[in-house]
C-alpha cells in the first residue's frame, strides 16, 4: 500500500522499540522477583504490571499491520478499529481493577498512565479507523500518535513499578527484618 509505505520507518523504530521493551519488561519482574509478595499483589499486578504487556504489544500489533503487504485498506482500518475497541475495554478493565486491589492507593499520575491515557490512545485508534475512510493520511497520524503514546505509557509505567519496588517496597520489608 502506497499510503503506508511512507510509515515504514516509523514502525519499524515503534515496533522494534516495543518488541525490545517487553522483554525488557520480563528482565525487570524476574530482578524484583525475590521481592516478597504484598498483600493482595495479584490484584495489584493485574492493574499496574500486565497493562503494560498489553500496550505494548498493541504497538507491536500495530506495526505488523502497518508492515504487512495488503491489498486493500478496508481490512487493516477494521484491524485498527477492532484493537481500539479491545484497548477500550481493557483500559475499563484496568480502570476497576486499580479501584478494587488494596495493595496501593492509585494517585493521580497513577489513573492518568494506567487509565486515562490508554483510555485516550485507544479511543484515537478507534476514531482513526473510522476517520480512515474520509481521510486516511490523517488517520495514519491518529494511528501513529497512538502508538507512540502506548509505548511512552509502558516506559512511564514500568519505569514508576520499578522505582516504587525499589525505593518503596523493599525498604519496608527490609526495614521489618530488622524489627
Known sequence: ????????????????????L?????????LIADI??????????????????????????LSAFVAAPWR???????????LGLAGVIYAVIVARRMRIQTAYKPEFEDWLFHALLPFAAYATLVGSAYGSRLNLEKALFGV????LLLLFIGIHNAWDAVTYHVTVVKPQQSNNRNK
Request: glycine share 8%; aromatic share 12%.
Open 1 to 20: 500500500m502506497p499510503a503506508f509505505s511512507e510509515w515504514e520507518s516509523f514502525y519499524v523504530i515503534v515496533g522494534s522499540s516495543a518488541g525490545a
Open 144 to 147: 501513529g500518535a497512538a502508538a
Open 36 to 61: 516478597p509478595i504484598v498483600r493482595d499483589m495479584k490484584r495489584a499486578s493485574s492493574a499496574f504490571s500486565t497493562p503494560n504487556i498489553v500496550h505494548f504489544g498493541a504497538v507491536l500489533l
Open 22 to 30: 517487553v522483554g525488557l519488561q520480563f528482565v525487570v519482574i524476574t
Open 72 to 82: 486493500k485498506v478496508d481490512v487493516v482500518e477494521d484491524l485498527w478499529g477492532a
